[in-house]
């Protein structure tokens, strides 16, 4: 009787892998939740003085890897506003930005996905989930809101730039991407977070300013790294600015899934 009941407590385990279903599979994540392509600006003059930076830049990008997405054309803008304080505590900085980005994305699966039917690994099952909810063949409009609030501190011993900094990512997402999303979430086709939400980072860099305090601009070159919340791995990416003297910057952001080039203009007072 006692080995009966262990068979059967057996084979009810034995299912679980298969019950489980998308959970093995990638996440569909909300665009927002990818961090936001904002790239850290330095003082633009080596000084102890009080700085109020107020930025503005537009993007665009390439999609070299992501799961579920075929083809995407996007456009986004920023702004954001760092202030920096003066005498003993210039070194400490708060910025806060906020970006908005749009486009169209096309639906792909995996080859990697789990086939609940078929115990393997096959994208049959998700081709016919998918078009149960919609057509992997027709372009669906996003568009993505993100907000990041951050605070750090940032040295300039001789002409080296250091810092580092933590913070806050929100973001909302609209359109039809998402609503397809939502409703393969519904049909158990995929897992994913959810539309909003809030995300912890933290960055780090090392610049250079080039030429006599810094005549020339500076150089600076970024490591972010959004930290891992619920459906969200840990992401990391790789930043390099230049920034110049009259506020003109630009710069590329590389990450596993995109490569996003940027390009704007700052104002201080």
Excluded at 54 to 79: F, H, K, R
Excluded at 88 to 110: E, H, M, N, R, Y
Excluded at 211 to 223: F, V
């Amino acid at each position: 009787m006692k080995k009966l009941s262990i068979l059967k407590f057996l084979g009810l385990l034995i299912p679980i892998p298969f019950l489980l279903g998308c959970s093995q599979n990638p996440p569909l994540l909300a665009l927002g939740s990818y961090p936001i392509p904002i790239l850290h600006e330095p003082r633009i003059n080596k000084s102890d003085a009080e700085e109020r930076t107020i930025s503005a830049n537009i993007y665009s990008g390439t999609l070299t890897s992501l799961d579920y997405i075929d083809e995407m054309t996007s456009g986004a803008a920023s702004a954001h506003f760092t202030y920096r304080p003066s005498g003993d505590f210039s070194w400490l900085f708060v910025s806060l930005a906020a970006s908005g980005s749009f486009g169209s994305i096309k639906l792909t699966c995996p080859a990697n996905y789990y086939d609940d039917y078929y115990h393997d690994y096959t994208p049959s099952g998700c081709i016919a989930a998918f078009e149960a909810v919609s057509s992997l063949n027709r372009s669906y409009s996003f568009a993505s809101i993100q907000e990041l609030a951050r605070v750090g501190i940032e040295a300039n011993p001789a002409f080296f730039i250091l810092g580092i900094s933590a913070g806050a990512h929100l973001y909302q997402d609209f359109g039809q991407f998402e609503a397809v999303r939502n409703s393969l979430k519904k049909e158990d086709a995929v897992s994913g977070n959810n539309f909003r939400g809030f995300l912890p980072e933290a960055r780090i860099w090392f610049g250079l300013r080039l030429g006599p305090s810094g005549k020339y601009g500076s150089l600076n070159s970024e490591t972010l790294l959004q930290l891992k919340t619920g459906y969200i791995q840990n992401i990391v990416r790789l930043s390099l600015g230049y920034f110049h003297p009259t506020g003109w910057h630009g710069g590329a952001i590389s990450a596993s899934e995109t490569l996003i080039f940027s390009a704007g203009k700052s104002f201080s007072f």
